[in-house]
Every structure is written in structure tokens, then in C-alpha cells.
């Protein structure tokens, strides 16, 4: 039986797992989760993976780490430290070793956008390559104010069931860290353990279509499509322990 370590995204905690955990641990699983210091705006992506690393004990190496959205970037680094063995990217971002997040999309922003985010490419070069990938983000998701509960419910937990909805919406948290944007990641190369992505065909947040993309391009692996919106660990959460177990 495996030890799934739950790393959750942006605006979220070890509370978002709690519909989930019960399906892995029903069949034998262990899980573990844990809340990143993201209200710390000077919280680093290896500081992310540190608290990560603390919560897995020591023993196990049957780890299968899976991270959400914004945790696409702290994963790798945990399984540069750990023995693991898998890497989930759930509707995440994937890092480019060296590079940034917004490195990565800046060639969708205009110079307005550049300058109100402060960002200026170390290298022009870095920019470049990326311009040819489909867009990272939903159109309909840029832009927008996260810190909004009307905007989470029509972005993030668009497919929610109502009840689920409002419970995550009185356990948001306030993402103050933006070091999965705009820190460059600290690995060299991709930890070479298994790896595993999962999309949501209806996802406001990540474009399925820049999944499918990075999925074979960066990971080289197919993705798994899973129907709806961003967070089916709370919309979905039977439909998405199939999957996550579909190793085992």
C-alpha cells in the first residue's frame, strides 16, 4: 500500500484533502497532508517543500506525491530530497528548471501588464522559447481577484455541490507567497521518478489545452482527463481516488 502525500494550491490547506482521504485510505492507503505557510509572503518554493518534507515520515518510501495547481512547483523539490514514487501534477503547474512561472507566460502579457506586475525577463531568451507553448492560464481566469469570494466560486468551484462550496470558502486561506509565480525554480533537471498528470476538461484556472501540452512536452507523459473544474478533489472526489490509485 502506498503513502499519499497531499499538497495542496493556491488559497487552500490540508483541509481541501478531507473529501478524498477517505476513498485512499478505504482501500488500505495512508494519506498525509499538510497546510504550506502561504499567508508568509516571503515564503520560498523550498521552504514549501521543507514544510512537505517534515510531514513524511521517515520510513516510508512508497510516496506517492501529488500536487495541486500552485504545488506543481514544490513537489519536484520534495522528490529531490525524498525517495518517492510517483509525482502527481493535479490541474498544476509544471516548473521549468531555472525559470519562473511568469517566465514561462510572460509573452502573453503587453507592456501595461509587465510593468503592474513589476517583471522584467533576466533574459529575453528565456521568454522566446515559451512563445509557441498554448497559453498557461483560462482567459477567463486572468486578471481576475482571487481574494474574491464571488470570483472562487465562479472560477474555482464552479462545479462544486453548494454546500461544498461554502465550506471551502469559510476555510479559504489568503495566498500572500507568490514565489510560485514569480521565484525561478531551483532544480536543475526534473526528478526522473514516475510521473503522472491529471486535467480537468473544464478547468477556469490551468488550460486543458496547456496541460495536454506540458504533459508530454515536460513530463513526457499523456495526460488523464478528468470531467470539470479545478479542484475535483473537491467536486470529484471518488472519480479522482480511481485514478490516483490506478497504479496499485
Not at 43 to 57: E, G, H, R, W, Y
Not at 196 to 222: F, H, M, N, Q
Amino acid at each position: 500500500m502506498s503513502l499519499f502525500c497531499l499538497v495542496h494550491g493556491a488559497f487552500q490547506g490540508a483541509w481541501c484533502w478531507d473529501l478524498l482521504i477517505p476513498y485512499l485510505t478505504a482501500q488500505g492507503h495512508q494519506t498525509v497532508a499538510m497546510d504550506l505557510p502561504i499567508e508568509d509572503a516571503s515564503a520560498t518554493l523550498s521552504q514549501f517543500a521543507d514544510v512537505v518534507i517534515q510531514a513524511l515520515p521517515k520510513t516510508d518510501d512508497d510516496i506517492v506525491l501529488v500536487g495541486h495547481s500552485m504545488a506543481g512547483t514544490v513537489i519536484p523539490l520534495v522528490a529531490e530530497a525524498r525517495k518517492v514514487r510517483q509525482l502527481v501534477f493535479l490541474a498544476a503547474l509544471i516548473p521549468y528548471p531555472g525559470i519562473s512561472t511568469i517566465d514561462q507566460f510572460a509573452h502573453t502579457l503587453d507592456a501595461d501588464s509587465r510593468k503592474a506586475l513589476n517583471y522584467a525577463p533576466k533574459d529575453l531568451s528565456q521568454v522566446v522559447q515559451f512563445a509557441d507553448e498554448p497559453d498557461m492560464f483560462n482567459p477567463v481566469s486572468v486578471g481576475r481577484d482571487f481574494t474574491d469570494a464571488g470570483v472562487l466560486k465562479e472560477i474555482f468551484y464552479n462545479d462544486c455541490q453548494r454546500d461544498v462550496m461554502e465550506w471551502a470558502l469559510l476555510k479559504r486561506r489568503m495566498q500572500q507567497s507568490l514565489a510560485y509565480i514569480f521565484e525561478s525554480n531551483p532544480l536543475k533537471v526534473l526528478p526522473n521518478v514516475e510521473r503522472k498528470y491529471i486535467l480537468c476538461t473544464d478547468d477556469k484556472i490551468i488550460s486543458p489545452a496547456w496541460s495536454r501540452y506540458a504533459a508530454r512536452k515536460r513530463l513526457g507523459v499523456e495526460a488523464i482527463e478528468l470531467p470539470g473544474g479545478h479542484c475535483p478533489h473537491l467536486s470529484r472526489a471518488a472519480d479522482l481516488a480511481v485514478i490516483l490509485m490506478g497504479d496499485d
